[in-house]
């Protein structure tokens, strides 16, 4: 069973860039796509992107211009970096997987809370 | 981009009721050529990982209790528990994973509690 660890700073200055990574364990983390994912306290779940194992990303258009989803196979993880952060971008961040893109997150991580705050 | 609704906001159920949840895509989410719907439920419960319950809009996920069915086809989805119990307290979302962008868009989400 793949299992997923989001790891960072949980608070963040505004305006500074967020950085977070993801530990994939129980499994490769070649030929899946992997997802992060945020929910911004007492609101929905947004997509903000995803990086396949061979670098092709795509990102959420609204989040896409402060977006870098990056990869490094040799160790099995994954990370986000998100740029000119505000207080908006307050939220418990997830990050998941999808064996393709056509497919459904099944598998996630628990969540790791980020707070922006001076 | 395709808008996920889900209704209602919040519900409240007795224990061993039915629960029912509905979310509405803005366009279909049918793929004519293999007939399948790219529509998913999760179940969020706080300081655990999201669970994937349902995809392809009724398959039931392995170790999901068959208390919990996902039917409807097309932009009409609807999460069924049939006789709700304690451990189903939970916030519930749909998510479409068919057109893009962006690639995954999910409802508002559903906060399910006991009555």
């Known amino acids: 069973q793949v299992r997923l660890q989001e790891s960072g700073p949980g608070l963040v200055k505004p305006s500074e860039s967020l950085s977070l990574t993801c530990t994939v364990s129980?499994?490769?983390?070649?030929?899946?796509?992997w997802s992060w994912i945020r929910q911004p306290l007492g609101k929905g779940l947004e997509w903000i992107g995803f990086i396949y194992y061979n670098g092709i990303t795509n990102y959420n258009p609204s989040l896409k211009s402060r977006v870098t989803i990056s990869i490094d196979t040799s160790n099995n993880q994954f990370s986000l970096r998100l740029g000119s952060v505000t207080a908006a971008d307050t939220a418990v961040y997830y990050c998941?997987?999808?064996?393709?893109?056509?497919?459904?997150?099944?598998?996630w991580g628990q969540g790791t809370l980020v707070t922006v705050s001076s | 981009d395709i808008v996920m609704t889900q209704s209602p906001d919040s519900l409240a159920v007795s224990l061993g009721e039915r629960a029912t949840i509905n979310c509405k895509s803005s366009q279909s989410v049918l793929y004519s050529s293999n007939n399948k719907n790219y529509l998913a439920w999760y179940q969020l419960k706080p300081g655990q990982p999201p669970k994937l319950l349902i995809s392809w809009a009724s398959t039931r996920e392995s170790g999901v209790p068959d208390r919990f069915t996902g039917s409807g086809s097309g932009t009409d989805f609807t999460l069924t528990i049939s006789s709700l119990q304690a451990e189903d307290v939970a916030l519930y979302y749909c998510q479409q994973y068919y057109d893009n962008p962006p690639w995954y868009t999910f409802g508002q989400g559903t906060k399910l509690e006991i009555k």
């Open positions: 998941a997987r999808s064996p393709t893109k056509w497919e459904p997150l099944y598998n």
């Open positions: 129980g499994g490769s983390i070649s030929n899946s796509y």
